[in-house]
């Protein structure tokens, strides 16, 4: 689990949530310490995480821009199930700005 070590969970509601990065997180010091970025493995297991999820597979994720841990830093997680086992995920930075897209089998 990823919740308490890389993020805290700000708001959550039926098909969204709101998680606010930790900056002094030990990932941070082991992927690029000069210029620490989120690793898209960690943010996609913070949407599973959300979603109280196990991945089954993907149809496609698409990293559109580095998420840095800045101070405070903020995403919002926002899903919509197709179906019992499949669901998009957008990644949403505060001002609007896509981070990535998902389209995961759980």
């Known amino acids: 689990m990823l919740e308490g ?6 708001s959550r509601g039926q ?6 990065l930790i900056p ?6 082991a992927h690029f310490p000069d210029y620490p970025i989120t690793p898209g493995v960690t943010l996609l297991q ?9 991945l ?7 990293f559109v821009a580095p998420v840095l841990p800045g101070d405070g ?3 919002s997680y926002e899903w919509e199930f197709k179906d019992e086992s499949s669901v998009s ?3 949403l930075a ?13």
Not at 5 to 10: A, F, I, M, Q, S
Not at 15 to 20: E, L, P, Q
Not at 24 to 29: C, H
Not at 56 to 62: D, L, T
Request: proline share 2%; aromatic share 6%.
């Open 89 to 91: 995920v957008i990644l």
């Open 73 to 75: 830093t903020e995403i």
């Open 24 to 29: 002094e997180s030990p990932i941070y010091k």
């Open 5 to 10: 070590v890389l993020y805290t969970v700000v």
């Open 56 to 62: 089954i597979g993907a149809k496609e994720i698409k």
């Open 94 to 106: 505060q001002d609007g700005t896509q981070y990535a897209r998902m389209s995961l089998s759980v």
């Open 46 to 54: 913070i949407a599973l995480e959300l979603m109280d999820k196990k």
């Open 15 to 20: 098909n969204k949530a709101t998680v606010r």
